[in-house]
């Protein structure tokens, strides 16, 4: 994930600032979320965004999402772009009427779009937490719902984020063998919580 969507030089610092200030609206919303997918791993296995990552990611369980969607005002006041996307087709409990993810940018990259915030929207049945990903190439993913309801925090960068409480087991559920960096990493093929 190369070009001008990597997180490095100026990405990177945009990114920093964005995941620090989005975060700091959603903690003072108190809104339950977490650090999700390869920013979770990046953090937790290097301390570190991933360089070679073209996004960030988040989550928060759809019984949260009012309150998300009352914060985004706050998230566009402070200089970022804000839209919601919603699913693309009904996949119970999923429907297409639903929102699927909210995406966070940085305006000067409009055309690039170089710095993104995906925060997955994770709907809850029973002890799995079920989500989709993608549009073109769709993916429909689940993990133990223990995940997303024990959380902890986790120091990066000067800041507190939550993640949860079994990140290693999260990681595993995800990634397999989650320690050993693997660049091309492909969200629609190798991740291990495909349904």
Same mark, same amino acid.
């Given at each position: 994930?190369? !070009? ?13 600032? =964005? ?10 919303? $108190?809104?339950?979320?977490?650090? $999700?997918? !390869? ?16 996004? =960030? ?21 402070? !200089? ?13 409990? =999923?429907?297409?009427?639903?929102? @699927? ?32 990903? !993608?549009?073109? @190439? ?35 559920? @995800? ?14 093929? $190798? $991740?291990?919580?495909?349904?």
């Amino acid at each position: 994930m190369a !070009g001008n969507r990597s997180l490095t030089g100026k990405n990177l610092e945009a990114a920093m600032r =964005m995941l620090e200030r989005v975060s700091g609206v959603l903690d003072a919303a $108190d809104i339950k979320y977490c650090l $999700d997918a !390869g920013t979770l791993l990046g953090i937790v296995r290097e301390n570190r965004l991933l360089p070679w990552d073209n996004d =960030m990611d988040m989550a928060v369980s759809r019984t949260e999402l009012p309150k998300l969607e009352a914060a985004l005002d706050e998230i566009r006041a402070l !200089g970022y772009k804000a839209r919601i996307n919603k699913h693309v087709k009904d996949d119970p409990p =999923m429907l297409m009427t639903e929102p @699927r993810i909210v995406k966070v940018w940085v305006p000067e990259f409009v055309f690039l779009r170089a710095v993104i915030l995906d925060i997955f929207i994770k709907t809850k049945v029973d002890d799995e937490y079920t989500w989709a990903e !993608g549009t073109k @190439r769709y993916a429909r993913k689940s993990v133990p719902a223990h995940f997303h309801d024990e959380l902890t925090r986790i120091e990066f960068a000067g800041n507190s984020y939550p993640i949860p409480a079994d990140a290693e087991g999260y990681l595993t559920q @995800r990634y397999g063998d989650w320690r050993t960096p693997k660049k091309d990493w492909d969200h629609i093929v $190798d $991740d291990k919580s495909l349904a």
